[in-house]
């Protein structure tokens, strides 16, 4: 009996990316126990109250080298093994120390990634959160993700960061920069949702997308993106009991995440 099963995978040239799932069981407190007969058998008084085992899901990402090379976020590896050459890669666009230190404040994701090359396997953290494996087919390709989201990728996929430049976004400090992924090949990313509980908008051009922040997945970078408040004014901005919002204009696609305030 295998403790894990493989749910999903993705594959680029030398590297396959895997997600699988562990069906486990676990006692929790937010279940009534069972009380069974006490050791004075039948009649006797008292009990023992038993906690039943209920199934809880968790996931990891395994990475299949044959050849080729992944990057994956600081902090994620489990074990690997086989014969590897492990680097640390510094992302585009954050140079020095004092790059990394603003790039990690604002996007939630580090300036470096590990770099894993050779041929063999490495196995990520086990966590109750979902992943979603997808795949880039050309070199002008471009993704932006939400803060946090990027987990994994090819290689040969460029990590950058991206910036915000309106200046509602500078002047919330929230969101202001973003992980972006450019190039082809397979990647990876961490999701609060499962697959089948995301929304893929397609904007054709004609009308605009007002997304709550907290909700945004990722978007292709051929969207024109403001990130504001959804009314001008402070005051009337207060009234809305909204955050800031994300409004995309232009011919693209947005991922949103509408569940992921259900636990």
Same mark, same amino acid.
């Given at each position: 009996?295998?403790?894990? !099963?493989?749910? %999903?995978?993705?594959?680029?040239?030398? /590297?396959?990316?895997? *997600?699988?799932?562990?069906?486990?069981?676990?006692?929790?407190?937010?279940?009534?126990? /069972?009380?069974?007969?006490?050791?004075?058998?039948?009649?006797?008084?008292?009990?023992?109250?038993?906690?039943?085992?209920?199934?809880?899901?968790?996931?990891? *990402?395994?990475? *299949?080298?044959?050849?080729? #090379?992944?990057?994956?976020?600081?902090?994620?590896?489990?074990?690997?093994?086989?014969?590897?050459?492990?680097?640390?890669?510094?992302?585009?666009?954050?140079?020095? =120390?004092?790059?990394?230190?603003?790039?990690?404040?604002? !996007?939630?994701?580090?300036? =470096?990634?590990?770099?894993?090359?050779?041929?063999?396997?490495?196995?990520?953290?086990?966590?109750?959160?979902? =992943?979603?494996?997808?795949?880039? +087919?050309?070199?002008?390709?471009?993704?932006?993700? %939400? +803060?946090?989201?990027?987990?994994?990728?090819?290689?040969?996929?460029?990590?950058?960061?991206?910036?915000? $430049?309106? /200046?509602?976004?500078?002047?919330?400090?929230?969101?202001?920069?973003?992980?972006?992924?450019?190039?082809?090949?397979?990647?990876?990313?961490?999701?609060?949702?499962?697959? %089948?509980?995301?929304?893929?908008?397609?904007? %054709?051009?004609?009308?605009?997308?007002? /997304?709550?922040?907290?909700?945004?997945?990722?978007? &292709? #970078?051929?969207?024109?993106?403001?990130?504001?408040?959804?009314?001008?004014?402070? $005051?009337?901005?207060?009234?809305?009991?909204?955050?800031?919002?994300?409004?995309?204009?232009? @011919?693209?696609? *947005?991922?949103? &995440?509408? &569940?992921? @305030?259900?636990?």
């Amino acid at each position: 009996m295998t403790m894990r !099963s493989k749910i %999903d995978e993705q594959k680029s040239p030398g /590297v396959r990316f895997e *997600v699988h799932e562990f069906n486990r069981k676990a006692h929790s407190l937010g279940h009534q126990p /069972v009380t069974v007969a006490g050791a004075g058998g039948a009649g006797a008084e008292g009990g023992i109250h038993v906690h039943l085992p209920h199934p809880v899901s968790a996931r990891q *990402v395994r990475i *299949v080298l044959e050849g080729g #090379a992944a990057l994956l976020e600081p902090g994620a590896l489990q074990y690997a093994h086989g014969k590897l050459q492990v680097d640390v890669q510094k992302n585009a666009g954050a140079g020095g =120390f004092f790059s990394r230190a603003i790039t990690s404040a604002g !996007s939630g994701e580090s300036a =470096f990634a590990t770099r894993y090359a050779g041929h063999g396997e490495v196995w990520t953290e086990v966590t109750t959160k979902h =992943f979603i494996l997808a795949a880039m +087919d050309g070199p002008q390709d471009s993704l932006i993700l %939400d +803060d946090g989201a990027f987990y994994a990728c090819d290689a040969n996929i460029a990590v950058s960061t991206h910036v915000h $430049r309106s /200046v509602s976004g500078i002047m919330s400090g929230n969101g202001l920069m973003q992980p972006k992924l450019t190039g082809a090949g397979a990647f990876a990313i961490e999701s609060p949702v499962p697959v %089948d509980e995301i929304e893929v908008i397609e904007l %054709d051009g004609q009308n605009e997308l007002i /997304v709550d922040g907290d909700l945004m997945l990722m978007y &292709t #970078a051929t969207l024109q993106v403001e990130l504001r408040p959804l009314v001008r004014g402070l $005051r009337n901005a207060m009234r809305t009991g909204e955050g800031l919002v994300f409004v995309f204009r232009g @011919r693209g696609t *947005v991922w949103l &995440t509408p &569940t992921m @305030r259900l636990g």
